[in-house]
């Protein structure tokens, strides 16, 4: 009797725990990591292309280049878990992209240095979170990204617009 109630005790607790303190299943980290480098490819080259700043114009290029890299470890250990390898992006920064076609100038500058600052706050708390807690492979994966996207984030919060 003593170890049914123990059980079920042990049972609740685990349910109390919020599921925002465990990390992301391997798939869906690898996949969403994929589709975000995708997604910054992307913004990337159309900053590089329109930003109104060379700073802003640089940030782009440099998008572009750390996500095509941070992918390719992605994509390896994508490919490890067995896990399918996505070309789009992820669907707030599809709507970012259809956004930021309409703006020119230090508009443009402006909206791409405040989603960038807001992705990269959420891609950090995501990645510390599968660093901590997560599998070997996708934990690995996120402490070697880290560096960078707090590299991206201190750019985009020094653009000056």
């Known amino acids: 009797m003593n ?5 079920a005790a042990a049972t609740i607790s685990l ?4 599921a925002t303190l465990f990390a992301a299943p391997a798939s869906k980290f690898l996949g969403d ?3 975000g480098d995708n997604s910054e490819m992307t913004l990337g080259a159309l900053a590089a ?3 109104a700043s060379s700073e802003v ?3 782009g290029r440099m998008l572009q280049v750390d996500h095509a890299k941070a992918k390719t470890s992605a994509v390896v250990a994508a490919r490890r878990e067995r896990v399918s390898v996505s070309s789009g992006m992820m669907p707030e920064a599809s709507a970012e992209f259809s956004k930021l076609q309409h703006l020119s100038g230090r508009a443009f500058d402006r909206e791409f240095a405040r989603y960038m600052v807001e992705d990269h706050q959420k891609d950090i708390a995501e990645f510390r979170k599968q660093e901590r807690t997560g599998d070997r492979v996708t934990a690995l994966l996120a402490r070697q990204t880290l560096p960078h996207l707090r590299k991206h984030l201190a750019t985009a919060q020094g653009i000056r617009t």
Do not use: E, N, W
Not at 3 to 7: D, E, I, T
Not at 15 to 18: D, T
């Open 49 to 51: 292309k329109r930003g």
């Open 57 to 59: 114009r640089a940030f």
């Open 15 to 18: 349910l109390a725990i919020p």
């Open 33 to 35: 990591a994929i589709k």
């Open 3 to 7: 170890k049914r109630v123990l059980s």
